[in-house]
């Protein structure tokens, strides 16, 4: 089984440009989320998804936007990317929320330059 | 607000030592879970708690649930260089949001062979 899969695994931006982090997912599970990691800072959480069409905020969703148009898949788009958002993104699907095991994608790497 | 807080942030033993970190809630949670991520990877589940006083184990690692389920601690027995890595601990409350998993800082292990 893939699991949770993400591309690019890195990628370095120019400040204002744009860019899409792709998350799919081949376990069938209803839950999907995206997470950052700073050094020394664990995982805070974007925005989630409980299923197909339906997406919420996280805790720190601002210059972010993701979409949710099959089971599968759950990208993020970064707007404008700033220095601030060089980080460790995860993606991570779970079948249901709460205290069910959450898989994670291997992360991608960015930079903002 | 609810905080989570790990602790210590950093552990540096010998090959053999036994270990214990801490996670702690400033709210009562209704699970928590145990994860760890190896350096270029995802978090990837170890244990999860639902019940208060609940202790579990998995070889040589005890994991403890407060009784006012507001606290975990994590016990490595005869710590081995495999178990270097970083202790992330996860909950989730009750209520609204109930779905999401609220990460900690971290604990950053080193198993000195």
């Known amino acids: 089984n893939a699991g949770v899969t993400q591309t690019p695994k890195f990628r370095i931006l120019k400040i204002g440009q744009s860019m899409t982090l792709q998350c799919t997912q081949d376990?069938?599970?209803?839950?999907m989320y995206w997470y950052r990691q700073d050094p020394g800072m664990g995982l805070k959480l974007i925005y989630y998804?409980?299923?197909?069409?339906?997406?919420d905020k996280g805790e720190v969703p601002n210059g972010y936007n993701v979409s949710r148009s099959t089971t599968e898949d759950f990208p993020l788009r970064l707007e404008l990317a700033a220095p601030s958002q060089t980080s460790v993104y995860f993606c991570?699907?779970?079948?249901?929320?709460?205290?069910?095991?959450?898989?994670f994608g291997q992360g991608t790497r960015l930079t903002v330059v | 607000t609810q905080l989570l807080e790990q602790s210590p942030q950093f552990l540096s033993i010998q090959e053999g030592e036994n270990l214990t970190v801490y996670c702690n809630s400033s709210?009562?949670?209704?699970?928590l879970q145990w994860y760890r991520q190896e350096p270029g990877e995802g978090p990837v589940l170890l244990v999860t708690?639902?019940?208060?006083?609940e202790v579990k184990k998995l070889k040589r690692l005890t994991f403890q649930f407060g009784d006012a389920r507001k606290d975990s601690s994590l016990h490595i027995t005869a710590a081995q260089p495999g178990d270097t890595g970083l202790y992330l601990c996860?909950?989730?409350?009750?209520?609204?949001?109930?779905?999401?998993?609220?990460f900690g800082k971290g604990t950053k292990l080193s198993v000195i062979p």
């Open positions: 991570a699907s779970s079948p249901e929320g709460g205290p069910t095991e959450a898989f």
């Open positions: 376990m069938n599970h209803n839950y």
């Open positions: 998804s409980v299923g197909a069409g339906i997406t």
């Open positions: 709210s009562v949670f209704s699970s």
């Open positions: 708690v639902v019940t208060g006083g």
């Open positions: 996860a909950v989730s409350y009750s209520g609204a949001g109930s779905y999401q998993l609220t």
